[in-house]
C-alpha cells in the first residue's frame, strides 16, 4: 500500500483548483487518507471545504484510489467552545479548552456519530483514527480517571505529589527524566499508573472500534501513533501518551507510526530503526514519512533506502500540497507541483553529474523533464502560512525510490 495525507490547511492559498490528480494514480498510490475532522471543526461543515472534499473523493472513486477519513480524536477545539463540560481535566484541576476528555461518553456518541456520516457521506472506505492518547501525563485527571488509577493499586495522593515536585510543562519530557528512569527499572506504583492510563485510551479505542465495525460491515480502521512506542526506550510514549501499539492491534487494521524527521528532529537511520521495530512487532504497520520541507530530496531518498525491503504493509507519504512527485515515463520524467507556489530552478543528479535548470512549474501543474535522474532537487517559493511565504529547497519523492520500499531483494 502507498498512501498520501490530505489536508486543509493550506487550501486558503491555492490559486486554482487542484482537479488532476491522476498523476498520483501513476505515482502508484493506492489510499488517499483525507482529513475530516482537524483539531477545531468537522471539515465538512465549511461549505468550500466540503466541495473540496467532494472533488477529491470523486477523483479517487474515478482513478480507483481507496479513500479514508481521518478524524483528530482527542482535540476538538470548536465543540469544546460549546460543549465545555467535555473537557479533559488537568492535574491543576482545570478543564481543557481544547483537549477531550476520554471518558466522556458524550463527545465519543458525538465523534462515531461523525464518523458515520462521512463514511456513508463520501462513501469511504475506511476511517482512520488520529491524536487517540492523552497529550502529556498532565492530563487525565478526572475524578473518574482517578478512580480508574486507584483500581489498579496506583496511590493518586503520592504520585500527584510526585509529579507536582518534578513536572514542567515547558519541558514535559526532560523535567520527568527521574519517573521515566523508574518505570523503565520496574517501579510498581509507575507500572500501575501506566497500565490504568493505557486501559482509559484502550477502552476508548475499543468502544469506537466495536460500533463501527459493527454499523459500517467492511470498514477498514486505522490509527496513526506515535513512533515513542517503537523506540528502544517505551516509557515517554507510555507515561506520556498511554500509547502501546500491543493494546491497540485488536481493535484495528493498520497501525502507522508517525516516523516524522523534522517533527522529532531525527534521521534516516531512526526511521529505520522503527521500520524494523515495526516489522517485527506490529502485523499491518505501515510507516508515516514526513514528506514536506525542511525535508529534501535528498533526506527523502535516504529515508527511504532505510526502509527498503522491510516486511511492512506499506508506507504513507504527508502530505499532499507539500511535496513535489516525480514519475518516471519512458525515457523521461514527468514532475508534479502540488505546492502552493511556483518551482523555479531544479538541480538534476545522475551519478556524479549534476545539471541546473531555470523552470515556472505552477501549482497543480505537471512538467516533462528529459531523462531518468537518480535524483531531482527542486527550489521554488510557496505560501506557507496566511502571513508567511517559504523560499527555497522543496520536498521531492519520486517514484523509482518508492517502489525501493517494496521490491524483494
Known sequence: ?????FNHGDDYARRRPHDQLEILKRFGVTDFYILM??????????PELRERLDLICRQARNLQIRTHGVFICSEAV???REHPEEGDILRSGARSDTRISHVNRAYQQWLLEAMRDAYRTFSLDGIQLDFLRYGTIGYGWSPEEEAVYASFGVDVTVLRQEIASLYNPEKP????????SRLEAGDPMLNAFVLARRSVIRGWLKTVSENLRQE???VELSVAMMPEGLEKGREVGELHYAQNYQDFLPFADHLFPMAYTAVFGKGPDWVGAIGRRAAAEVPGAVIGLE???PNTALQIRDTLKAISGLKLDGICLFRYGRL???VRDEEDTILYNSYAGTVNRLILVRGTLEEERTCRLEEAAVMRVTGHWDLIRAFGRFQSSR???YEGELCVVGDWQTRSCFSED
Do not use: Q
Open 1 to 5: 500500500m502507498l498512501g498520501i495525507w
Open 37 to 46: 475532522k482537524g483539531t477545531r471543526i468537522n471539515v465538512w461543515d465549511v
Open 78 to 80: 470548536d465543540r469544546l
Open 173 to 180: 519530557y526532560e523535567s520527568l527524566m527521574p519517573l521515566f
Open 216 to 218: 459500517l460491515p467492511g
Open 291 to 293: 514528506c514536506t520541507e
Open 324 to 326: 513535489i512527485l516525480a
Open 387 to 389: 502571513e508567511k511565504h
